[in-house]
Antibody, heavy 122, light 107 residues
Framework: QVTLRESGPALVRPTETLTLTCSFSGFSLSSHGMCVSWIRQPPGKALEWLAF???????YYSTSLRTRLTISTDTSKNQVVLTVTNIDPVDTATYHCVHHLWYGDKYYFDYWGQGALVTVSS | DIQMTQSPSSVSASVGDRVTITCRAS??????LAWYQQKPGKAPRLLIY???TLQSGVPSRFSGSGFGTDFSLTINSLQPEDFATYYC?????????FGQGTKLEIK
């Protein structure tokens, strides 16, 4: 049974760095084909994919946010960490950690964490 | 980036109706498309991947089709639990992108 859970601060001040942790179980990120992404959703708005990391430490980022995002993993702890620098009120959103389904050499999002609501305000 | 455009943005329907939602990609993505259902306050749920493959546990009244740039999600015989927001997502290449969502409301 795959489960993911996000943790981090609920309130962040503008210009600070946001650090979110995804703790997961039911799979190992060091196993071939395993991947995790971060996806966010501002209140009342659409989903936005942010970052991806795979079993081989391959990483990809959103084009518009790539200079502010860093994704990393601690395989021994079954955790994936996302940092967002220079945070702004427009970054207010629910941040989801997501496991990938690997099919036909492509990936889809099959297991989602419940999400962590992060509010950016002074 | 590949842009994904859904239509309509919202649709009203009744229990028992058939509804179709469309999604268009700004460039060809083969059949690398997924559909998700999201209910208020909940995480999205994967319904269909590779354009037409039903995820395990998803009712057969949901179906998907399409290839290249044009895709559709059809829900036959709408049930009360189907009223939600639906998103398409391209899995062809990074960065992954979603459509803006289609809200399915009860008429």
């Amino acid at each position: 049974q795959v489960t993911l859970r996000e943790s981090g601060p609920a309130l962040v001040r503008p210009t600070e760095t946001l650090t979110l942790t995804c703790s997961f179980s039911g799979f190992s990120l060091s196993s071939h084909g395993m991947c995790v992404s971060w996806i966010r959703q501002p209140p009342g708005k659409a989903l936005e994919w942010l970052a991806f990391i795979d079993w081989n430490d391959g990483k990809y980022y959103s084009t518009s946010l790539r200079t502010r995002l860093t994704i990393s993993t601690d395989t021994s702890k079954n955790q994936v960490v996302l940092t967002v620098t220079n945070i702004d009120p427009v970054d207010t959103a629910t941040y989801h950690c997501v496991h990938h389904l690997w099919y036909g050499d492509k990936y889809y999002f099959d297991y989602w964490g419940q999400g962590a609501l992060v509010t950016v305000s002074s | 980036d590949i842009q994904m455009t859904q239509s309509p943005s919202s649709v009203s329907a009744s229990v028992g109706d058939r509804v179709t939602i469309t999604c268009r990609a700004s460039q060809g993505i083969s059949n690398w498309l997924a559909w998700y259902q999201q209910k208020p306050g909940k995480a999205p749920r994967l319904l269909i991947y590779a354009a037409s493959t039903l995820q395990s546990g998803v009712p057969s009244r949901f179906s998907g089709s399409g290839f290249g740039t044009d895709f559709s999600l059809t829900i036959n015989s709408l049930q009360p639990e189907d009223f939600a927001t639906y998103y398409c997502q391209q899995g062809n290449s990074f960065p992954y992108t979603f459509g803006q969502g289609t809200k399915l409301e009860i008429k």
